[in-house]
Nanobody, 127 residues
Framework: QVQLVESGGGSVQAGGSLRLSCVIS????????MAWFRQAPGQEREGVGF???????SAADSVKGRFTISRDNAKNTLYLQMSSLKPEDTAMYYC?????????????????????WGQGTQVTVSS
């Protein structure tokens, strides 16, 4: 099992930047797909960025070119660098993980398939 703790959220004006962090503790020897999800009030939780294997990454079309997911294995920390923020990026942002149980690296995208979640950090972008 792993525990995830996010930080770095806050309020920013449109066009600004924020960097979210997620510290991972517990069983860090297993392989995990790590991801950032977000959820705005009244909306479904959506995947923002995913990282797995040898730092293979993918991002939602809505954030491509603006958000970058990365990780520092030495610090057991996942990051989400967000730039050119828009009011529609306003949401609660969650760090999530699922264990990779097969030899081939893979990463699910559906939030229901992620086993571990942080408590969330709020990002508010004003126009």
């Amino acid at each position: 099992q792993v525990q995830l703790v996010e930080s770095g959220g806050g309020s920013v004006q449109a066009g600004g930047s924020l960097r979210l962090s997620c510290v991972i503790s517990g069983d860090t020897d297993s392989r995990y797909c790590m991801a950032w999800f977000r959820q705005a009030p009244g909306q479904e939780r959506e995947g923002v960025g995913f990282i797995y294997g040898n730092d293979t990454t993918s991002a939602a079309d809505s954030v491509k070119g603006r958000f970058t997911i990365s990780r520092d294995n030495a610090k057991n920390t996942l990051y989400l660098q967000m730039s050119s923020l828009k009011p529609e990026d306003t949401a609660m942002y969650y760090c999530a993980a699922h264990e990779v149980r097969f030899e081939r690296d893979y990463c699910y995208t559906r939030p229901t398939l992620f086993e571990y979640w942080g408590q969330g950090t709020q990002v508010t972008v004003s126009s």
